[in-house]
């Protein structure tokens, strides 16, 4: 089996687009084997306080890295899927064998600005699988016209890469895994307990997913002692502290934040992997490795992003490739 590889997550969300332009740069001279990048257009709490558009920080950072990238996007609401599939395409075609794409079912926090009625999870699957099916098609090179949840008319993609790029389906439960199983390249899920995970993993397989990419993104933080880490955790990342549905479903950051007001740090523990012990780290990220990941995205919540890329390029990536 290929080595697992172990990327930095560009969050969009805390960060301007040109001071995650010099992270990920950073990130690839620190050792780092790959990147993820977020795809918002509010970000979760006023706290963080940025969104730039992620389409366009991709091909930046694709050129200015020798990384493989992968982004996540919500088609049929903020995007059309045959945009989607445009967007992709020019990215494969300009870096190939470098980029990944992941659909996931959307964010009202997103998604909500176009005005369209924002359905229930059941009809936000449907409406994802939909989607997916014609932005293969668009990719196969295909010409396409559709008319259901989304309206596609004589659609082709003109510039198309040799190879169309892995078409991963995102899911956090265990009942949109198995749904993604049946259409998606590979499955991208969320750091969890390794038994959930082991569930989840497991719905992927029994919907058709045995033997396809295995990609997780984790939500962690390090700082040089318990309390900066801790601290650092729930000033940024509190409003994902609240899990659910309710993560989907809240319109604008101030919602996030009224929500999450009662939110403490002690709490961060239960969604965010917090120490300042890179041994520690390294010891649940050991449990990813085992679970059968082939990619684990390490996404830094703190605002700290040179000393985690500095601390995990010389203390936590050299021990996990350590043999034995």
Same mark, same amino acid.
């Given at each position: ?9 560009? @969050?969009?969300?805390?960060? /301007? %687009?040109?001071? *995650?332009?010099?992270? =990920?740069?950073? !990130?690839? $001279?620190?050792?780092?084997? +790959? ?123 003109? @510039?198309?890469?040799?190879? /169309? %790029?892995?078409? *991963?389906?995102?899911? =956090?439960?265990? !009942?949109? $895994?198995?749904?993604?199983? +049946? ?142």
């Amino acid at each position: 089996m290929p080595p697992v590889r172990f990327g930095f997550h560009a @969050s969009h969300e805390q960060f /301007p %687009p040109s001071e *995650l332009l010099t992270l =990920v740069q950073a !990130a690839e $001279a620190a050792g780092f084997d +790959a990147a993820m990048s977020s795809d918002h257009f509010r970000p979760w709490g006023a706290a963080q306080g940025h969104s730039g558009l992620a389409w366009p920080w991709l091909g930046a950072a694709m050129a200015r890295t020798q990384l493989p990238i992968g982004v996540i996007s919500a088609p049929g609401y903020r995007y059309h899927p045959a945009i989607i599939a445009q967007g992709a395409a020019t990215l494969a075609e300009m870096f190939p064998g470098r980029y990944w794409l992941a659909l996931g079912s959307g964010q009202r926090l997103n998604e909500d600005i176009t005005g369209l009625a924002w359905p229930e999870k059941a009809e936000r699957n449907a409406r994802l699988r939909e989607c997916a099916a014609i932005i293969r098609a668009l990719l196969a090179g295909e010409t396409v016209s559709h008319h259901g949840r989304v309206t596609v008319v004589d659609a082709k993609l003109y @510039s198309r890469p040799e190879t /169309p %790029p892995p078409l *991963l389906g995102a899911a =956090v439960t265990e !009942a949109t $895994a198995e749904e993604l199983g +049946a259409w998606a390249d590979g499955l991208l899920t969320v750091s969890a307990e390794p038994e959930q995970l082991r569930k989840v993993i497991a719905a992927f397989h029994r919907g058709g997913g045995r033997g396809k990419r295995l990609i997780v993104q984790v939500a962690l933080n390090w700082a040089p002692t318990e309390e900066e880490a801790l601290a650092g955790a729930h000033e940024q990342w509190r409003t994902n502290a609240l899990g659910g549905e309710v993560n989907w479903e809240l319109r604008t950051p101030e919602h996030f934040d009224t929500a999450t007001r009662h939110v403490r740090p002690e709490d961060m523990r239960e969604s965010v992997w917090i120490s300042a012990d890179p041994g520690w780290h390294v010891a649940r990220l050991r449990e990813l490795v085992e679970l059968g990941f082939g990619e684990i995205q390490l996404h830094q919540v703190g605002r700290n992003q040179r000393a985690f890329i500095e601390t995990f390029g010389t203390s936590v990536l050299p021990a996990l490739r350590a043999p034995g």
